[in-house]
């Protein structure tokens, strides 16, 4: 807690969640949002390649429906 110029007791609170950082103020029973930072954005891996519906045999002309 601290005391503005004014004389008015003022609470400051910073959070971090996994959403982004905050500081609030408290001063007279009112709370404002000092500050609000977004957390950075974490890569996401290359979605995989989609596997084919059909396979082939040893045959280079032949291909038979996946089962599984």
């Given at each position: 807690?601290?005391?503005?110029?004014?004389?008015?007791?003022?609470y400051?609170?910073?959070?971090?969640?996994?959403?982004?950082?905050?500081?609030?103020?408290?001063?007279?029973?009112?709370?404002?949002?000092?500050?609000?930072?977004?957390?950075?954005?974490?890569?996401?891996?290359?979605?995989?390649?989609?596997?084919?519906?059909?396979?082939?045999?040893?045959s280079?002309?032949?291909?038979?429906?996946?089962?599984?």
């Open positions: 807690m601290t005391t503005d110029g004014d004389g008015v007791d003022t400051l609170r910073s959070f971090r969640s996994e959403g982004g950082d905050a500081v609030i103020r408290i001063r007279d029973a009112v709370v404002s949002l000092v500050t609000a930072t977004p957390a950075a954005a974490t890569p996401r891996p290359a979605p995989r390649p989609s596997q084919p519906a059909w396979s082939c045999s040893s280079p002309t032949a291909a038979t429906p996946r089962t599984s």
